[in-house]
């Protein structure tokens, strides 16, 4: 058993409470109990409120949907199997009505889009297949038809959209081009004696690619093409084709492949489609942002074909949107698991001869998961202001081009990060399972497969935050564009004068001779959120700085020139644009702290603020090479980092199990057995067991044991035994000499 003691915390700490706390004596150090006297005690009900963001409601009544058998995974089925059943609880959410919240009221919806992707979200708890096979009718076919098309098709498509009598699939991406959207080689040329477009791809590289519901069940299909009207490409527009007859079969000139098994969400049918000059009427082209007249003219309310395209875009960002959110979800679920697990396993005796150790208490266990929960923590808080901001948006509240700009830069900004994350999460919570965890009825290792490609859905990460990359340096250039000579002269100096200063080791002296050689100096700077916020966006502002200072280089040259020039700053850029995610996930948890009422709320004010310094000091210390050699930490600094993430861990520690309860899932979500509590009644009647054998005596000796006692008495008995008298010396003899 463990021993008790008096807590060893720091002086330099911040503490809220006003004696210091018992704690635990394990292998790591002492560790404070949750709940003793004097420690933070973590008000699980008030902070799971407030995880459940925006639209708890809408979640809560999503997460008990999640809940019912009948719309839960059952593992083990077959490929077919699995996508009918889905296909099942699609008819099932119909029923339900919540997945319909963000239609228009005239077609039975509520006009709520916020609280339509949080309920969405949730999904994810019963099958990441449901998740993704009701965005693609819903999220995305059902979406385009509203947010691409006009009253005629709001009125003629979207009913049998809604409510699933027209499966239907989002059939953008191409073999030949994923991410490109705006290279697609499918076209849609207007005829005009017929008043029809003539989809068309012209070689099997266009083919339509990964596209839920058309392996099977599709009906209809939006298609994304390159418009041509009069000889002229006005670039990638979508219109609705339909694609089977109520017997399933394809109709003329459609054709398509099955995707067959995946490495993951296998309840969805993905397959390939393509296109022989099917015909289809004027009016099935979506034509909110682009329309053709029956002469084969075409018009725009956006003169650009650049800005159009982006708009166009812009309206489908929902699937990103909840992407990101789902993808903290199964973040959630997955340290849940492992955190619940990790609390109960015991193994090896290190600090006492009979009880083995709870695995949670080892400091690399710790390090293996309390980080990824401080960064699911800040995931789940910047994911609600960006839902705060996509309803805002979609419902009219604050709809300008900047809005909607802003918002896209959101979703390619945090949607990278939160379905990485997800796959770390995962892999490591199956990982600190060990043997249970790689067992299907743990879950642990589906959800990795399903989550794997979150990281390629709705644009490849690496290619997203290029798009975020770009944004920070239009927003860069546009601080300079009015300036004169004189001011871009001052920049330029006061950059050099920055390098110089940075460069020549003087900060980091300067931090040396503050800190005098003083850990807790050194945490005292770091643990202060200015100075966290300054690290990391001063890494962001000089990373974009210096990519600037080098495009600019490109003014003048040739197009295949500039283009080299700025591959050359490709990976510079995603790293600048993925340092600027982390900084907004970085805020939004600092946001949501600075809600607690520190006097009424003491004890979960202590320990959220030692979980977002977890997660602000874990970035700094993940990039601490970068701070190193640009001079922005002194090693003093850089080390005291390290030393208090190791001192946070074991103060979170006893607060663990608590942080994952806030998420709100019970056993009906998570559907694991090591999370059950079943590990612990097994490590417990293990422990009894033991203990009885030793108190009856009836224990078998251990062989060491016998060994070490037999040296011992051995060694005894040497020291007892009387010393033997000395031999007497030879006598000398003399030589005689002949």
Sequence with gaps: MVDTARSTAPADDIVTQAAPAPAAVTDTGPVQIAGAPGS???DTAKLGRQLLGSWPEERLASRELAGRPEMQRIEGQSKEEHRERVLGQLKLLVENGQVLRAFPEAQGGHDDHGGNIAGFEELVLADPSLQIKSGVQWGLFAAAILHLGTTYHHETFLPGAMNLDVPGAFAMTEIGHGSDVASVATTATYDEATQEFVIHTPFRAAWKE???NAAVHGKAATVFAQLITNGVNHGVHALYVPIRDDNGEFLPGVGGEDDGLKGGLNGIDNGRLHFTNVRVPRVNLLNRYGDVAEDGTYTSPIASPGRRFFTMLGTLVQGRVSLDGAAAAASAMGLTIAIKYGAERRQ??????????????????????????????AAFFAHDEFLVKFDAVFSG???????REDLETLAAALKPLSTWHALEALQE??????GAGFMASNRLVGLRQDLDVYVTFEGDNNVLLQLVAKRLLTDYAKKFAKADAATVARLVASQAADRAYHGSGLRSLAQTVADFGSTARSVDHLRDANAQRELLTDRVETMIAGVAGVLREAKGMSKTDAAALFNSQQNELIEAARAHGELLQWEAFTRALDTWNASTDPGTTQVLTWLRDLFGLGLIEKHAAWYLINGRLSPQRAQSVTAYIDRLLGRLRPHAVDLVDAFGYGPEHLRATIATGIEKERQDEARAYYATQRASGTAPLDEKVLAKAAAKAAKEAAKAAPKAAPKAAPKPTAKVEK
């Design 210 to 212: 990964y596209l839920g």
């Design 348 to 377: 090896f005796t290190a600090g006492s001869d009979t009880d083995e150790e709870v695995i949670l208490d080892y400091q690399r266990h710790q390090r293996r998961l309390l980080p990824l929960l401080a960064t699911t923590y």
């Design 429 to 434: 919570s199956r990982e600190a399972c060990g």
């Design 397 to 403: 509240k604050a709809d300008s081009d900047a809005d």
């Design 40 to 42: 933070p005690r973590v």
